[in-house]
């Protein structure tokens, strides 16, 4: 008997066009003779599309019109077996879907409500990953109210972490509001930005020399496996919005050329960090290397990362055998596990 998949795409995040790219290759991809897949597209206002629309976005690329609020019809326990919650960034990817698909009673895959909700804020996900004794780059929060209030208080805190440092907002993802702050004058813009998008924002020191950025995929429940080490490669300041999403700009090196000792540390932190957070089902687990000092700092943990057949998780569980197809299969099965 096939197994009734409910795929969620779009979302109301600024990652709703990746998640549209995501979600046409796992239709693509899902076996046809064990699954039956029904898509359904979020769009940016946070309506789930009917399915006459829900076709034209994941054609065109984006979603159109209002269209009926169909959650409570789409997300009903009646009708599904499980959910494919494919959807980044805040509204999809931190819990609140997780939270609505766990009152509904079905099974979905990747991490649920605690998981993606620690994971996707930077701020819980150090402090959490602190508590592990995972090495990462210091780092000090702040709220929009005391930016607005005693702004001064924040620029010494700033000050503590030294220059240059990343302004972020806690909750994003795909480098959205990030800005590397090279001098004390830059700062100012750089939380203007920051606490637009978010009330949390997170200062972080930066590694002496520019760090390589390592990535490892993590698969499974309570028994994680952890895929070969891939390295990211580019020509810019930093892993900015532009290099991600602009063709050509970044090159992709699975495995990545390490010491085998260094590939396995990294390895055996992902699965660290995994079950510190409580993620399930998938997480891609990024790093940076500083070569000159053998210093490997876990940076964050992805739980919905892009998933297009020529994104780094499907391509790191490619090396190790495994295809795009049998990964999304996998990754049901293990959705339907974890019930
Ligand atoms: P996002 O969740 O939006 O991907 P990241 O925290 O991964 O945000 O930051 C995006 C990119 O910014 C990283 O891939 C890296 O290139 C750069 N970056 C972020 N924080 C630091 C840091 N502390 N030191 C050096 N580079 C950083
Ligand atoms: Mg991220
Ligand atoms: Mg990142």
Redo the contacts with the bound molecule.
């Keep these: 008997v096939k197994r009734r998949i409910l795929l969620l795409a779009g979302g109301q995040s600024g990652e709703h066009e990746v998640s549209l790219m995501s979600a046409r290759s796992v239709l693509a991809a899902l076996p046809r003779d064990q699954f039956d897949v029904t898509p359904v597209v979020i769009s940016p206002q946070g309506r789930w599309l009917p399915p006459t629309e829900t076709a034209r976005a994941l054609e065109t690329g984006r979603a159109q019109g209002g269209g009926d609020l169909v959650l409570h019809r789409a997300a009903s326990a009646e009708g599904y077996d499980a959910v494919f919650p494919l959807l980044h960034g805040p509204m999809g990817e931190d819990g609140t879907v997780q939270g609505l698909l766990t009152l509904a009673g079905i099974p979905f895959v990747g991490s649920g409500v605690l998981g993606s909700a620690v994971s996707m804020d930077?701020v819980m996900t150090k402090q959490v990953l602190a508590s592990a004794g995972i090495p990462q780059?210091a780092?000090r929060l702040a709220v929009r109210r005391e930016w607005q209030d005693r702004p001064g208080e924040v620029g010494a805190r700033a000050r503590e972490l030294g220059f240059p440092?990343?302004v972020?907002p806690a909750n994003?993802?795909?480098?959205?509001g990030?800005t590397?702050v090279s001098r004390p004058e830059e700062l100012q813009a750089a939380l203007d930005l920051a606490f637009n998008l978010d009330r949390r924002v997170i200062l972080?020191?930066?590694?002496a020399h520019?760090?390589r950025?390592l990535e490892v995929g993590i698969l499974g429940n309570d028994a994680p496996l952890a895929s070969p080490v891939g390295e990211?490669r580019f020509d810019a300041e930093?892993?900015?919005y532009e290099t991600?999403y602009t063709e050509g700009r970044a090159t992709m090196h699975i495995p990545a050329p390490l010491p085998p000792e260094v590939a396995e540390r990294v390895r055996s932190l992902a699965l660290t960090a995994f079950r510190a957070l409580d993620c399930a089902g998938l997480a891609r687990v990024?790093f940076?290397y500083v070569e000159e000092t053998d210093q490997l700092?876990l940076?964050?943990v992805?739980t919905m990362p892009g998933f297009t057949t020529t994104s780094m998780y499907p391509k790191l569980f490619e090396a190790a055998g495994l295809s795009y197809s049998e990964l999304v299969t996998r990754l049901v099965e293990l959705a339907l596990e974890r019930r």
């Design positions: 930077k780059v780092w440092l990343f972020k994003l993802g795909s480098s959205v990030i590397k972080e020191a930066m590694t520019k760090p950025e990211l930093f892993y900015d991600k990024d940076f700092l940076n964050e992805n």
